[in-house]
């Protein structure tokens, strides 16, 4: 609760010790591995990120909000094609992430590709963060 308190008041490195805290405990680690991905991501350390999403999708593979948070940090980190696979298999697991995806600034490097226009087709407008919306 600290981590993600801390988190929300935008103070990353103090969130990421004690989310690293609560990664020790196996039934919070894939949601304390997502808190501190937000954080190295809102710290410019998108690599960080994605080591961190990786690492929870290695406990959580079918966790829709995982495969969409690292899809968001591979675009940003300049890899379309591997963003396009973690965004595909995110909206395969949860299609209402479509509409949140079609309006995601993370993914402006490849919103003009043919493949990003064909997975989020019919969708409508949506609020920037879902890490924190989905169950």
Known sequence: IVG?????LGRYPAAITALRKASRERTLRPSALLAIGCCCKRMGRVDQAIVCLTRALSILPEDARLHYNLACYLALA???RA???ELAWALEL???LRSAASSESDF???RPLPTFEALTAGSGRAT??????LP
């Open 4 to 8: 993600q308190a801390l988190r929300l």
């Open 78 to 80: 300049g890899q379309g």
């Open 83 to 85: 963003a396009l696979y």
């Open 94 to 96: 949860e299609p209402r």
């Open 108 to 110: 402006d490097s490849v």
């Open 128 to 133: 920037h963060c879902v890490s924190q919306r």
